[in-house]
């Protein structure tokens, strides 16, 4: 499982910086995957995951590193459906922002659980949610502040493509994601973490 996994990551990576739209924005957009592949790595002894949890960081970074490669605004299949539902921007960005809140809902769900940060389950889907929306939101400034710095390619990299709540709607389908996940997923993670403990 974990050579398929790497070899899967290995080859979209490949291939994604092969001739991408614009290099600076590649790597923009495919750090986060390759930081969380090094994350991984290292704690593949010490805290490994559930299976699930690799499936789905999988398709994230899948999700990364085909938008570093065409950046966001000009990915194929964001394109392909435009004229399906009469859309006026490509929203394959918004694909990307709902995983941001899927998987790591997924990710901190299964650390504090494991971790046993909280004594009674109670508060944990609106904690899980919480930390989603922090991190989206820290992206978001990242993102500016990226912009900012490197005011040439900002638009590439932000892909707001002339959307004035490219920004608040980014967090919203973060959170969007992050809801999906604990209201769907929760049952079948809760299965594989059983093999870690009696949660």
Known sequence: MA?????????????SGIQPKDYATWGLEVAPAVLGLLILWATRRSFPLTTLLYLMILVH????????????????????????????RNHYDKLGHFAQGFVPALIA?????????????GWLGFLVLCI??????????LEWAVAEWSAQGAEAFLGTQGYVWDTQSDMAFAGIGALVAL?????????????????
């Open 3 to 15: 050579s398929l996994w790497v070899l899967v990551f290995m080859g979209v990576l490949v291939w």
């Open 109 to 121: 769900r299964e650390v504090l659980l494991r971790r046993r940060v909280l004594a009674r389950r």
């Open 132 to 141: 989603c929306l922090a991190l989206s939101a820290t992206y978001e400034l």
């Open 61 to 88: 970074c899948v999700i990364l590193m085909v938008g570093g490669h065409y950046t966001y605004a000009e990915v194929p299949l964001g394109e392909w459906v435009k004229p399906l539902f009469q859309f006026e």
């Open 183 to 199: 209201v769907t997923m929760r049952r079948f993670h809760d299965r594989q973490l059983r093999k870690f403990s009696s949660l």
